[in-house]
């Protein structure tokens, strides 16, 4: 059961361009959103998140986008560049059956960032 | 300075051997997990400990053992291994039992292939 679904596997985008990445949930009871960035033989890095009680956050560059009523988060990046050639996954933090926090993440959405 | 560091980033064994997978972060968080990278891409969750108390366990065969001595390490350790078990394994941690707030810190990943 894939309750976060990243359902574009890739992105091409021209540099200076925008870049939307988007991310669809299922589970009304997620608590954060957030967004990791990975390049390859890495770990994913934190890029971005948002609260479920929000509908935009933004950190320079990045913004997300959440729309509670669609379950439906986007990922916008302005302007884009080269340097943003990576996977993005989104991830959805829900609370466990002991009261801790998880995180579910999505497949991933390959970004290419064309110069 | 790598915050969370892996050890080995590759591992290449037989079927039906025992190895371990060491973490270790320097970051001061007392919270630690390890997550699961199979072929498909999804990215699942494991366990979780904080300091040093198992937080999460999620449904993993008992063949999985994971192991923190201290709230700065944490182990897996994994019996009789399968082919199925062949995967990037990350390791990561968190400031406290993050709802998304901080995002966690991944390391760069192991990638056992069990022949």
């Known amino acids: 059961d894939q309750q976060v679904k990243q359902n574009s596997p890739s992105l091409s985008v021209q540099e200076g361009r925008i870049s939307i990445l988007n991310c669809d949930y299922t589970n009304s009871m997620f608590d954060y959103f957030l967004w990791y960035k990975k390049y390859p033989a890495e770990g994913p890095t934190f890029l971005i998140s948002i609260s479920s009680i929000k509908d935009k956050n933004e950190d320079g560059r990045f913004t997300v986008f959440l729309n509670k009523s669609a379950k439906h988060l986007s990922l916008h990046i302005v302007p884009s560049q080269p340097g943003d050639s990576a996977v993005y996954f989104c991830a959805a933090s829900a609370i466990t059956t002991s009261g801790t926090y998880k995180y579910i993440f999505g497949t991933g959405t390959r970004l290419k960032v064309l110069a | 300075d790598t915050a969370v560091s892996q050890t080995p980033k590759y591992l290449v064994t037989q079927m039906g051997n025992d190895k371990s997978i060491k973490c270790e972060q320097n970051?001061?968080?007392?919270?630690m997990y390890w997550y699961k990278q199979d072929s498909k891409k999804f990215l699942k969750i494991m366990f979780s400990y904080n300091n040093k108390e198992l937080i999460i366990n999620e449904t993993v065969p008992n063949r999985f053992s994971p192991k923190s001595p201290d709230k700065a390490h944490l182990n897996l350790h994994i019996n009789s291994l399968e082919l199925g078990d062949s995967a990037v394994y990350f390791c990561a941690s968190s400031r406290g039992r993050d709802r998304g707030l901080y995002g966690y810190t991944f390391g760069s990943g192991t990638r056992l292939t069990v022949v």
């Open positions: 970051l001061g968080h007392d919270t």
